[in-house]
C-alpha cells in the first residue's frame, strides 16, 4: 500500500504540474509538450485503478494521436511567437474556477461514498483486468473464487465482450461518429471551390 | 490512496482545464484546455468503477466494468473532437490569417 501511495502522489504531481503548465505556459509549444506529461501521468493512474487496457489506450491515442495533432497544428500556425496570451476574462475564469472547485471538494470530501465491501475489492479487480489477461483457474482459485460457476462468470465479463454484447448500440453510433468526423474535417480543410490557388 | 483523493486530483485537473479553456486567446491553448477537462472526467469514472458500485455487482459481476466502457466511449468521442476541432482552427486560420479567439469576431454583428 505504502508504494502505491508513493507512486499516487508523484502521479499527482506530474499531472497538476502538468497541467497548470500547459494552461501558463508562455510558449505553445512547451505546453503541448507538457500536455504529454499530463496524459502519460493520467495513464498512470489507470494503471493505479487496476484498468491496464484503458492506460494502453491512453498511451495509444492521446499521446500518440491526439497530442502529436496539437503539436502539428502548433507548428502550422504562425501564432505561435506570439505565445500563451490571456483574454480579457482572466479574473472572472479565475474566480470562476476556483468557486467550483471548492464545491466540487467539498462534495467529494462531503458525500457518504457507498464503497465496495473489502471481500468484494479482489474480485472486481480480477474482473477490471480481465480485458489484457487470460485468467486461469489456478489463478481465480489462489484469488478466493473457488465455485466453478463463478469462475465462468469472472472469466466472461471483460471489457471486449461488453463492448460486443451489451453495449453494441453506443458502440456502433461512435464509430459512425468517427465517420462523420473524418469526412466533416476532410470537408473543413478542403480549399473552398471558388477560393484562387495558391 | 483513498478513492476521495482521486476525486480531488481529478476536480483539480478539471479546474485547470476550466481556467484553461475560458482565459485564453488561442485556439490551440484551448482545445489543449478541454482535452484536461476530458481526461479529468475519465479519472472520475475509471476511480468510481473501482471503488463504488455495490448495489449492481449483485446481480452482474461484468457491471464493474461500466465505468472503463464509458471511459473507452469519452477517449473516442474525444478523438472525433480533436480532428474537427483542428480542421476548424486551420479553417480559421485560413479566413482570419491568425488563431486568436479574439479576432474570431464574424458573426457579432
Redesign the interface.
Known amino acids: 500500500?505504502l508504494f502505491?501511495?508513493v507512486v499516487?502522489w508523484m502521479l499527482?504531481v506530474m499531472?497538476?504540474g502538468g497541467?497548470?503548465g500547459?494552461?501558463l505556459a508562455p510558449d505553445?509549444f512547451r505546453?503541448?509538450l507538457l500536455?504529454i506529461v499530463?496524459?502519460i501521468a493520467?495513464a498512470g493512474?489507470?494503471v493505479?485503478?487496476?484498468?491496464e487496457?484503458?492506460a494502453v489506450?491512453?498511451v495509444l491515442?492521446?499521446v500518440g494521436?491526439?497530442a502529436i495533432?496539437?503539436i502539428f497544428?502548433?507548428m502550422?500556425?504562425?501564432?505561435v511567437q506570439?505565445g500563451?496570451?490571456?483574454?480579457?476574462?482572466?479574473i472572472?475564469?479565475?474566480v470562476?474556477?476556483?468557486l467550483?472547485?471548492a464545491a466540487?471538494?467539498t462534495v467529494?470530501?462531503d458525500t457518504k461514498?457507498?464503497?465496495?465491501?473489502a471481500d468484494?475489492q479482489a474480485?472486481?479487480?480480477l474482473?477490471?483486468t480481465n480485458?489484457v489477461t487470460t485468467l486461469t483457474g489456478e489463478l481465480l482459485t489462489e484469488e478466493g473464487i473457488t465455485g466453478p460457476e463463478e469462475q465462468a462468470?469472472?472469466q466472461?465479463?471483460?471489457?471486449a465482450?461488453?463492448?460486443i454484447s451489451?453495449?453494441v448500440l453506443?458502440f456502433e453510433a461512435?464509430s459512425v461518429?468517427?465517420l462523420?468526423?473524418?469526412i466533416?474535417?476532410?470537408?473543413?480543410?478542403r480549399?473552398s471551390p471558388g477560393a484562387e490557388k495558391g | 490512496m483513498s478513492f476521495e483523493a482521486f476525486m480531488i486530483v481529478a476536480a483539480v485537473l478539471f479546474c485547470i482545464g476550466l481556467y484553461g479553456s475560458l482565459a485564453r486567446r488561442n485556439v490551440l491553448a484551448v482545445l489543449m484546455s478541454i482535452e484536461l477537462m476530458f481526461n479529468a472526467v475519465n479519472i472520475t469514472l475509471v476511480a468510481m468503477a473501482k471503488y463504488l458500485a455495490p448495489a449492481a455487482l449483485q446481480d452482474d459481476i461484468s457491471s464493474v466494468l461500466t465505468g472503463q466502457v464509458f471511459a473507452v466511449f469519452i477517449i473516442t468521442v474525444a478523438a472525433a473532437e480533436i480532428a474537427l476541432g483542428l480542421g476548424i482552427v486551420f479553417a480559421m486560420y485560413r479566413t482570419h490569417d491568425s488563431v486568436d479567439l479574439t479576432e474570431a469576431t464574424s458573426l457579432r454583428y
Open positions: 500500500m502505491q501511495d499516487f499527482s499531472a497538476i497541467a497548470l500547459v494552461v505553445l505546453a503541448a500536455l499530463v496524459f493520467v493512474f489507470f493505479l485503478l487496476s484498468a487496457f484503458l489506450v491512453q491515442i492521446y494521436a491526439i495533432l496539437i497544428a502548433v502550422l500556425t504562425r501564432d506570439r500563451n496570451l490571456p483574454n480579457r476574462l482572466q472572472p475564469a479565475v470562476f474556477s476556483a467550483l472547485l466540487l471538494v467529494a470530501v461514498w457507498e464503497f465496495l465491501p468484494q474480485r472486481v479487480e474482473v477490471q480485458s462468470e469472472v466472461e465479463a471483460g471489457l465482450d461488453l463492448l451489451d453495449y453506443p461512435v461518429l468517427l462523420a468526423a473524418l466533416g474535417a476532410l470537408v473543413l480543410v480549399p
